[in-house]
């Protein structure tokens, strides 16, 4: 079992449906990437964060470090955001401090039909 | 501003020879990280260089990989000899430290555009 799952895996809109991937994880973290891989491109740091919620456009992110969950949150969906969507967590070493060390979840595929 | 820029963006190669990955992250990142995706599987962690320092391996598969990231700019990543298994996309992302304040984290990761790797 992935140290850092998500869901869906894949998951169907229709334009203009506000959209929610989740993501879970199983060991400590000090924080979390949100990632965008469009088809074919390459893969785009959405969010960096560690508590609370961050939002960028039509974009929001938010983690519960207790609950150790995160969520990405797409308002007014648009055939554009078509993409996977991956969760990245940096892991807490056992013997603290902290670590660059990314686990990553395997990722959503989003499509956004018009 | 020039991206994280990956060299080849494809290599085929049989099963025994040797291949060379580089990647050019973006100018001033000190940090350098190689992941890779094998089919059907999630991205995984390989190393971490902090200029031309290896802060992290861990990741590293096995003896058969070798990187290298000499005057810390640009990196290589040798395979060698390679094994089917080796097949995958591997990705290079860079960035600047992590940004430490209030509670909160920062650091924007810039990742490459990935080499495909295929062994026959």
């Known amino acids: 079992k992935n140290e850092v799952e998500q869901s869906p895996q894949n998951l169907t809109a229709q334009e203009g449906e506000f959209i929610t991937i989740n993501c879970s994880y199983s060991?400590?973290?000090?924080?979390l990437h949100w990632l965008q891989q469009h088809p074919g491109g390459g893969i785009v740091s959405l969010f960096m964060l560690s508590s609370g919620k961050k939002k960028h456009g039509r974009l929001i992110a938010t983690i519960n470090i207790q609950e150790k969950h995160s969520s990405l949150h797409i308002t007014a969906s648009h055939p554009r955001d078509s993409a996977v969507y991956i969760c990245?967590?940096?892991?807490?070493?056992?013997?603290?401090?902290?670590?660059?060390?990314?686990?990553f979840g395997t990722g959503t595929l989003l499509a956004v039909q018009p | 501003e020039a991206g994280v820029t990956q060299f080849p963006s494809h290599s085929v190669i049989e099963k025994g020879q040797t291949v060379t990955l580089r990647c050019d992250p973006i100018?001033?990142?000190?940090?350098l990280y190689w992941y890779r995706r094998v089919m059907g599987k999630e991205i995984k962690f390989l190393l971490h260089f902090v200029k031309e320092s290896k802060q992290d391996e861990s990741g590293m598969p096995n003896n058969r990989f070798l990187a290298e990231r000499t005057g810390g700019t640009y990196s290589t990543l040798k395979v060698q000899p390679a094994e089917l298994e080796d097949s995958g996309v591997y990705f290079c992302?860079?960035?600047?430290?992590?940004?430490?304040?209030?509670?909160?984290?920062?650091?924007?990761?810039?990742f490459g555009s990935g080499t495909q790797l295929s062994v026959l």
């Open positions: 990245a967590a940096y892991q807490l070493p056992d013997y603290g401090g902290a670590t660059n060390k990314l686990i």
């Open positions: 060991v400590g973290i000090s924080a």
């Open positions: 992302a860079s960035s600047q430290d992590k940004e430490l304040g209030t509670g909160s984290v920062s650091e924007k990761l810039f």
């Open positions: 100018s001033g990142h000190d940090n």
